[in-house]
């Protein structure tokens, strides 16, 4: 079974500058997708970023890239130009490219608070 | 294009009482499901649902929790009877389709069901 591991429960970061949440992941698979995940308070999970484990360029949507090393299994998130609107709690979230319906599930870590300071 | 709908969003119930969420995915997709979210923790499938067939069920509890998708289109979680580690945000999720790769299956998630077990 897949394990998702984020080792930082809390994180902090100033208005306008640069934070890295951490996500290391466990599978033997070779195909898989990898996703980050934001939860404001409202609870809504919306996608922040994706990538597919078979292409080796780094995922990049506006201020938010991933560095994403795959022999080490580690994924995360950089938030550049970080804006009070991006406080929220973060997931990171792995999903199998197996066929098979039960293999799209998504299985998620325990989340990072990020909180941004003014 | 409406997104995902669940009611109701705050619940409150005695212990060994029952309670039902229900969810309506965005029109057209196909594969439905519902997470657990305890605090703290990330989400947990509970069940995955294929049009009106089920294709994943192995993490529900099933002497107490049950869920059906009639006609394959909105779908309806029960507990009972509720214990005190139910206390969770339901969250419900939908996509496209199940199968293909990180695009196509991209799911997207309603606001959940904060179920509080006294």
């Known amino acids: 079974a897949q394990t998702v591991t984020q080792s930082q429960p809390e994180m902090s970061v100033q208005e306008a500058e640069t934070v890295t949440l951490s996500c290391t992941y466990d599978?033997?698979?070779?195909?898989?997708?990898l996703f980050w995940y934001k939860q404001p308070p409202s609870r809504q999970m919306i996608l922040v970023i994706r990538?597919?484990?078979?292409?080796?360029q780094n995922a990049t949507e506006n201020r938010f890239s991933v560095n994403f090393q795959k022999a080490a299994k580690s994924f995360s998130l950089k938030i550049s130009d970080s804006q009070l609107g991006d406080a929220a709690m973060y997931f990171c979230?792995?999903?199998?490219?197996?066929?098979?319906?039960?293999?799209?599930?998504?299985?998620f870590g325990k989340g990072t608070l990020l909180t941004v300071n003014p | 294009e409406a997104g995902v709908a669940q009611s109701p969003r705050y619940k409150i119930i005695e212990k060994r009482q029952s309670v039902a969420f229900w969810c309506n995915p965005i029109?057209?997709?196909?594969?439905l499901y519902w997470y657990q979210q305890i605090l703290g923790q990330g989400p947990k499938l509970l069940i995955q649902?294929?049009?009106?067939?089920?294709?994943?069920d192995s993490q529900l509890p099933k002497d107490r929790f049950s869920a059906e998708r009639l006609k394959g289109v909105d779908s309806t979680l029960k507990i009972q009877p509720a214990k005190l580690e139910d206390s969770a945000v339901y969250l419900c999720?939908?996509?496209?389709?199940?199968?293909?790769?990180?695009?196509?299956?991209?799911?997207?998630f309603g606001p959940g069901t904060r179920l509080t077990v006294l």
């Open positions: 999720a939908s996509s496209l389709r199940a199968s293909g790769g990180a695009f196509s299956n991209e799911q997207f």
């Open positions: 029109s057209g997709h196909a594969t």
């Open positions: 599978t033997s698979e070779s195909d898989y997708y």
């Open positions: 990538q597919e484990a078979y292409k080796q």
């Open positions: 649902f294929q049009n009106n067939g089920v294709v994943d």
């Open positions: 979230a792995y999903r199998s490219a197996l066929g098979g319906g039960s293999n799209y599930k998504l299985t």
